[in-house]
């Protein structure tokens, strides 16, 4: 009895508390948001700054020119080696000796797992909301044109990637900097490494970290209802450390199989409602063409579309900015090039497929409200975006998307989101600690460290509003295509040199197919 | 002429059998080579965390060396005892295929393998895989129950 009175005075009391401690829990949130947006200001407004006299943010020219340079200097190589890229993932070149060893499908996998997710979801809602349909086309072109970036960048991951005696690999940017450069007899190479691991270290705190848990946060309270996002990051932070640091693998497993069910899921969903609509594929890929060059009305016309375009695909399949070399770096090849030629298949999928597919869907629900008088998109009150029907932006955009097609599908979308940020922090705790041990040397206390500054920033990222935690995220994964592409300008010269190398090899038939 | 057997072992008791199964037939043989093969579960389609794939070579040869440690070295320890010529092998990749693949490399005349396994090491290696080597070997297969 005497406990039953215990229990009921104690739920009383909570109960009495709770509006008090949720005050107090936004309080937190706000507190961290304000306290964070200090904090990034400055580094973000140098990353996204304009060209003198234009709305233009220099970095995303830099992407494109430089993804149109590696596509020029290469020759097109994503389109020559289309094909052979496909054999490599089948593993027709692969050696039956090598049997148990990372194969190519295996590199290209792990790589994906960490591309694929929150941009693909999230970020085409935000570029299609705000740079209209017409975003969608030039984000398929930043795709295309990045899977040379991917090609330069993987090459090298592999050429230049440390094989300890034990058997275990660290590759990507910062090996291939120091190394390239001292190869070439350039000075500095050491110090562009250190400042891209830095980048990198901030990279996976931001776009790796918080902006996955801000999302995933942001998924589960519009299914559950509101609650304070600290709560969603003790609970990320608590699964993520126990993988991280636990080495609870099984966690890690489990995610690793359910994610590509996932995608495939996803797209399955997504090709289910472009079939239903197939009457309106036509109109949206109009809609599509016309926005990239008129813009349709949306914010910044033009200009607006093609921007927010390419930053999503550089957000998205993260070609030139080097995270991906630090993935495919592990395969087992006496190739380089080889897993360049596969690597220039993630922005495909990850971009051209994936993200068309979402910004499919977007256009033909029409979400996005269309003026009829004049065919143009309506703006919202504040003239920064395209109006929806119920107010939606980012992840809950796409949801609303695809729940006119398939009433049922937001449920699936909240678990995919889930699961996606979840993946996408693995790998980038990855990419993060590689770049840390590079910078503070390998061994544990080392590694504990980054791990758990990894786990705080899951909490601080849950926590934060999502626009100090998107800007921070462009611009700590931008920060890092500044060095690795300014740095590939230089080694793209011993890429080529494999090229040509590896093609002669090929044209005279010295390399052949094993399974042939 | 000599005959050359490979013995698909799994580490339990039924490759235990067909390790005496064999060794039953090739002494009545007379002269045959024996060849103990393991194959460890692998395919090169599967999904793995970067942390895994950095440390797959190094694991792969933790595996390698445990496979022959434990159980095809005893194997061939114990043919060599009853005097036979007997060599052993440790393969990644899909069973069925791989252990047809030792065979066709070795001028195999013939595979012998246990029929199910019960759990542990045995579980990964075959079940379904008996019945896909059956099906598909280029040689006579030989399953002990």
Known sequence: MNNFKTLGLATAATLAAAPLAAEEAIGIDQKVNQVFADLTGPFVSLIFAPFPGTTFPWIVMWLVIAASIFTLYFGFVQFRYFKHAIQLVKGDYSDPNDAGEVSHFQALATALSGTVGLGNIAGVAVAVGIGGPGATFWMILAGLLGMASKFTECTLGVKYRNEYADGTVSGGPMYYISKGFKELGLPGGRFLAVLFAIFCILGALGGGNMFQANQAHAQISGIVGDYPGWITGIVFAGVVFAVIVGGIKSIAHVTEKIVPFMGVLYVGAAMVILVVNYDKIGWAFGQIFDGAFTGLGVAGGMVGALIQGFKRAAFSNEAGVGSAAIAHSAVKTNEPITEGFVSLLEPLIDTVVICTMTALVIVISQQMIIDPATGNYMLNEAGTAIATVDGNSGVALTSAAFASGISWFPYVLAIAVVLFAFSTMISWSYYGLKAWTYLFGEGKVAELTFKVIFCIFVVIGASASLGPVIDFSDAAIFAMAVVNIFCLYFLMKLVKKELFAYTARLQTGELKKHSA | ?145
Request: glycine content about 8%; overall charge negative; hydrophobic content about 45%.
């Open chain 2, 1 to 145: 002429m000599t005959v050359k057997i490979v013995i698909g072992l799994d580490g339990t008791d039924t490759g235990e059998r067909a390790l005496a199964f064999a060794k039953d037939l090739a002494s009545k043989m007379g002269a045959c080579d024996l060849i103990a093969a393991y194959v460890i579960e692998w395919s090169p389609f599967t999904f793995q965390t970067p942390e895994e794939n950095a440390q797959r070579h190094k694991r792969r040869e933790e595996e390698i060396n445990l496979a022959n440690a434990r159980i095809v070295e005893p194997a061939v320890a114990a043919l060599k005892e009853a005097g036979f010529n007997a060599t052993g092998v440790v393969r990644h990749g899909d069973v069925a295929e791989t252990l047809n693949k030792i065979t066709v490399e070795n001028g195999g005349s013939q595979i012998i393998v246990g029929r199910v396994s019960s759990d542990g090491f045995a579980k990964r290696i075959f079940g379904s895989s008996t019945q896909n080597l059956v099906m598909h070997a280029d040689v006579p297969v030989t399953v002990v129950g």
